[in-house]
C-alpha cells in the first residue's frame, strides 16, 4: 500500500477539488503537500458552491483525515477564517484537520514584501496572488522561517518580532493597517493551537504501513511549476508529483496511481506565455460559459485551446498514469473545437514543450467537430455523443494515457467515470 497522488496538468484552476471530494470516499487520507493560500479548490455539492484555499478537499467527506502538509505555507489569518466558515456548516474540522508542525507560517509582513516585489517589476510582474507565498518560501530557503511546532514555544513571539524587523527593513513604507493585520495573526496563532499538530512524515508513513489509503493532493497546476513551470511566470513550490516526496516526507517508491486532472480546453492566470490564447469571441465564450474567474483572485482567467505539446510535457514530467478531462461540458456549444498538436517557429515545426515560448511560437491545430449537445445530465459514458467521444479517443492515443473520469459539470454527482 501507498500513496496516490492528484494534480493538475496545465496552469491551474483545472478542477482538483471536485475530484478528491468524488475520490474521498475511497481513501482514508487526504493530504495537501504544496502551496499556500494563492490555491482556489472549488466543491460544489447540494446546491452549494465552497472554495477552499489551505485546507484539502476531503474535509465535507465523514471519517476521513486531512492533513496539511509540510511543504504547505499558511496564512493563519485565512486559515482561521477558512475553518470558521466550515464550522458554521457543521463540519467537525477539529476533529478531521491535522497541521503538520514543519508547515511555514506566512507572515503580515510577507505579504507586504510580496507587494512592493510586484509593484517593483512594473509591466515584468508575474502576477502574484500577492498572498505572502513566494516571500515566505524565500524565507524557509534562507532559513529564517516560522513553522507552525514554533507557535508552541515559549520565544515564538521573539522570533516573529526580530523576523518582522528583519521584513521592515526591506521596505520602503508600511501600510497604514499592519497593526490591525498584526493583531488579527496573533489572535490567528491562538486559534490555530486548537487543532492537533503532528509530526506529519511519521503520521503518512506509519499509516501507509498499517494499509491506509491516502491521497496527496496537489495545488496550482505543473506549468507553474518553480522548476520545470514557465519561469519566471511560475509559483514559488514544486507543484510536480516528485513535490507529494518532499512536501509530505513520502519517499518515491511509496508512490502508486498519479492522477493527472486537465481542462478540454486551457486557461491561464495572470501573466506568461500562453501559445494557444484566444483573444477574440471564442476566447470570450469559453470565458463567459465557463465562469473562468479565479476562485481565489476573482481575475478573469484567459482562455485557449488545448494545448498538447504542453499536456504531454506535464504527463511526462509527473509520470502520470491516468488522467480526468475537466469541463467538458463547457464545449457543449462549439460548432468547432480546435487542438494544438505541435508549435512552429519560422519554418521550423516540434511537438515537444520548449525551455522558453516567445510570441513567434505558433500554435499549429487540427479540427475537430464539435458536439452540440447538452452533456451535464449524462450519467452513462455509452450515452457520450460520439464527437466528444471521437475527441478523447484522440486524446488518448496522442497522450498514451487512459483518461478516466469525464466531468460534465460543476457539481459532485456531475461526474462520468470510464
Known amino acids: ?179 490591525n493585520l498584526e493583531v488579527d495573526f496573533l489572535s490567528s496563532i491562538e486559534f490555530l493551537k486548537r487543532f492537533q499538530h503532528i509530526d506529519s512524515e511519521h503520521y503518512l508513513n506509519n499509516a501507509i504501513k498499517e494499509g491506509k489509503k491516502v491521497l496527496a493532493e496537489g495545488a496550482q497546476g505543473t506549468l507553474l511549476d518553480i522548476d520545470f513551470g514557465t519561469y519566471p511566470f511560475v509559483t514559488s513550490s514544486n ?18 496511481r498519479i492522477i493527472g486532472i486537465f481542462k478540454a480546453y486551457c486557461t491561464r492566470v495572470g501573466s506568461g506565455p500562453f501559445p494557444t490564447e484566444l483573444s477574440d469571441d471564442v476566447g470570450t465564450k469559453m470565458r463567459d460559459i465557463g465562469h473562468e474567474y479565479g476562485a481565489t483572485t476573482g481575475r478573469e482567467r484567459r482562455c485557449g485551446w488545448l494545448d498538447l505539446p504542453a499536456l504531454k510535457y506535464s504527463i511526462m514530467i509527473n509520470g502520470v498514469t491516468e488522467l480526468c478531462m475537466m469541463k467538458a461540458d463547457v464545449l457543449d456549444s462549439f460548432d468547432e473545437i480546435q487542438v494544438c498538436t505541435h508549435y512552429q517557429v519560422g519554418e521550423e515545426k516540434f511537438n515537444y514543450f520548449p525551455f522558453e515560448i516567445s510570441e513567434k511560437t505558433k500554435p499549429v491545430y487540427r479540427n475537430f467537430q464539435g458536439w452540440n449537445t447538452d452533456i451535464t445530465k449524462l450519467k452513462d459514458k455509452d450515452n457520450l455523443p460520439l464527437a466528444l467521444l471521437n475527441y478523447i479517443q484522440f486524446l488518448e492515443e496522442e497522450l498514451e494515457v487512459p483518461i478516466k473520469i469525464i466531468s460534465v459539470g460543476p457539481n459532485r454527482s456531475e461526474t462520468i467515470v470510464r
Open 1 to 179: 500500500m501507498g500513496a496516490d497522488v492528484l494534480l493538475g496538468l496545465q496552469w491551474g484552476d483545472e478542477g482538483k477539488g471536485k475530484i478528491v471530494d468524488v475520490l474521498t470516499p475511497d481513501y482514508d487520507i487526504i493530504a495537501r503537500f504544496q502551496g499556500g493560500p494563492n490555491a482556489g479548490h472549488t466543491l460544489e455539492f447540494e446546491g452549494i458552491k465552497h472554495v477552499l484555499h489551505t485546507i484539502p478537499s476531503g474535509i465535507f467527506r465523514n471519517n476521513v483525515v486531512n492533513i496539511i502538509g509540510n511543504g504547505v505555507v499558511i496564512d493563519p489569518i485565512i486559515l482561521k477564517k477558512e475553518i470558521e466558515e466550515l464550522e458554521k456548516l457543521n463540519v467537525d474540522v477539529v476533529q478531521k484537520l491535522f497541521i503538520s508542525k514543519k508547515a511555514h507560517l506566512i507572515l503580515p509582513t510577507h505579504k507586504l514584501l510580496d507587494k512592493a516585489s510586484e509593484k517593483a517589476k512594473g509591466k515584468r510582474k508575474i502576477g502574484s496572488t500577492l498572498k505572502g507565498i513566494g516571500p515566505t518560501y524565500m524565507d524557509k530557503t534562507g532559513r529564517n522561517g516560522l513553522r507552525i511546532g514554533d507557535i508552541s514555544s515559549q520565544n515564538f513571539k521573539t522570533r516573529f518580532e526580530r523576523l518582522r524587523e528583519k521584513h521592515f527593513q526591506l521596505l520602503d513604507e508600511i501600510d497604514n493597517d499592519y497593526n
Open 239 to 256: 507543484t510536480i508529483s516528485a513535490g507529494t516526496c518532499t512536501g509530505m516526507g513520502i519517499a518515491p517508491n511509496k508512490l502508486e
